[in-house]
């Protein structure tokens, strides 16, 4: 059946007509719209971090279930230990990973390529470059991860979600899934490294290599390397003087058929976003991101179109200005935000502040400029105990259940002096307002030193000037509801 789909369906439809069973993930920027769009007879749920989220669709995977994670590409940091081991450990039944990436840091903080997993992890990489090819990349991912016994990684960003094609959707399959082999656990850990490479790796080269997701179109002796979104922009801006090669797997990249093409071309262009993942293993033989002809990050028309100009020079100088807050403009906290009055009198303080990638990232500029580092979601607490004093974490309560946690733990331990102050709005507000655990007891439990506060009341930097001065470490909870939710 053909139908005229976003990326978002296809994504949605390939898991459904793929057979899956569950969908784990955690909410974040360009995939949460994916986990919600799933229909019922899927089961899904967010996780509390995106290890576990991995580490459930392992275990649905041993039991001969096909799985599904959704994650953003800085999750992909964070479930990188499981899904390192379980390409050696071996898997059951097909587990894919969809990883949104953010070029252009539209709503992340940091604009990493989720495509350099592969390599860690010597797993299978999909990079699709249209809804279509989404849609046959998610059906072909479970296949593959069922015949090399590995996850497979499939990169999508947002453009590619809201883009459009026709899609020819096919029934769902599921016969033949196999069941965790146990027979793995017959052999040391390095002979599994070394069944790995002996039987695994070479059907993924294999596979690479013949796979017709891959086209090539000859056409002159200029050519063009691209994979994912980036590759429909190429299509629609080449002439008809200039070949193209569109590489939807490219971990393992298909060698054969990428050296065959460059050896037909006089100059080669490789056009990729974010990071030069396919032009690092073709170095002195491409042009690219690492020649200065096309920028890093996100990739525009403009940058192809200029690139191709100066396809003839072998060095570019960059021009790139880094983006500074007052010309992209400043993204300040609600005003209805009733944590306001607690930032400050946090401010009146003269003690370092850890903040966290949630809401509280957003006081990180004028006219607060409250936090002095934030590294990523659930580090305040410990980038706090780092400190030479006494000084303040600030984190939200769906960032201490995804790992600030263990901070905590780490910080009562060790004996840690920290004032943890957690903004208990009970939802995951820059993501979409799910639902986060509550762990008010725990805390309290673990924690002697915990008081539990309403964010405007009038008495807070006597307060927090009190918990400054205690020794060890002091949790206040700071319970409120966000207005938007």
């Avoid at 796979?211 to 801006?237: F, Q």
């Avoid at 990232?361 to 006219?367: R, V, W």
């Avoid at 993501?431 to 725990?442: I, K, N």
């Amino acid at each position: 059946m053909k139908n005229f789909m976003t990326g978002l369906d296809a994504v949605v439809f390939g898991l459904l007509d793929s057979g899956v069973k569950i969908v784990t993930g955690v909410p974040g920027f360009p995939i949460t719209e994916v986990m919600d769009a799933l229909p019922g007879k899927i089961k899904h749920e967010w996780s509390v971090n995106e290890k576990v989220a991995l580490e459930v669709a392992l275990g649905s995977s041993v039991c001969g279930e096909r799985s599904a994670v959704i994650t953003k590409h800085v999750g992909m940091n964070i479930l990188a230990d499981p899904l390192v081991s379980s390409a050696t450990h071996t898997i059951g039944a097909g587990v894919v990973i969809i990883a949104g990436d953010d070029p252009g840091v539209q709503k992340s903080q940091n604009e990493q390529d989720s495509r350099y997993f592969g390599l860690v992890a010597e797993v299978p990489v999909f990079d699709p470059s249209k809804p279509d090819t989404a849609y046959r990349c998610i059906k072909e991912a479970f296949l593959l991860s069922e015949g090399t016994s590995t996850p497979v990684i499939i990169r999508v960003t947002d453009r590619l979600l809201k883009s459009k094609s026709e899609i020819i959707r096919k029934s769902a399959t599921g016969s033949g899934i196999p069941d965790f082999d146990r027979k793995i656990w017959l052999l040391t850990m390095l002979g599994k490294h070394q069944r790995f490479h002996k039987y695994s790796f070479p059907k993924m080269c294999e596979y690479s290599e013949k796979s017709n997701l891959n086209s090539y179109i000859k056409r002159g002796d200029i050519g063009i390397i691209s994979s994912g979104y980036p590759s429909s922009l190429v299509e629609s801006v080449i002439n008809d003087n200039i070949s193209h090669i569109s590489l939807q797997i490219i971990n393992p990249l298909p060698k054969e058929l990428v050296d065959s093409f460059i050896n037909n071309h006089v100059r080669v262009l490789v056009v990729e976003e974010t990071e030069p993942v396919i032009e690092r293993q073709l170095t002195k033989r491409v042009l690219g991101k690492l020649t200065g002809h096309l920028p890093f990050g996100i990739i525009e028309v403009k940058d192809i179109m200029e690139a191709i100009e100066k396809i003839n020079d072998d060095k570019v100088e960059s021009n790139v200005i880094p983006q500074q807050i007052k010309e992209r403009g400043a993204r300040p906290l609600c005003k209805d935000c009733p944590y306001l009055p607690l930032y400050d009198a946090i401010k009146e303080l003269d003690v370092p502040v850890a903040g966290d990638v949630g809401c509280s990232i957003l006081a990180s500029s004028p006219p607060l400029s409250v936090i002095d580092a934030a590294f990523s979601l659930g580090s305040s607490v410990g980038t706090a105990s780092g400190f030479n004093r006494k000084g303040i974490a600030i984190i939200g309560d769906f960032g201490l259940a995804h790992s600030g946690i263990a901070g905590i733990i780490n910080a009562v331990h060790n004996k840690h002096d920290l004032l943890v102050i957690v903004l208990q709005n009970e939802v995951s507000a820059m993501t979409g307002g799910q639902a986060v655990p509550d762990l008010t007891e725990l805390i309290s439990f673990y924690v002697k030193d915990t008081t539990l506060i309403d964010p405007q009341a009038d008495n807070l930097k006597d307060l927090l000037d009190m918990k400054l001065k205690t020794n060890g470490v002091s949790v206040i909870l700071a319970r409120a509801r966000c207005p938007q939710f």
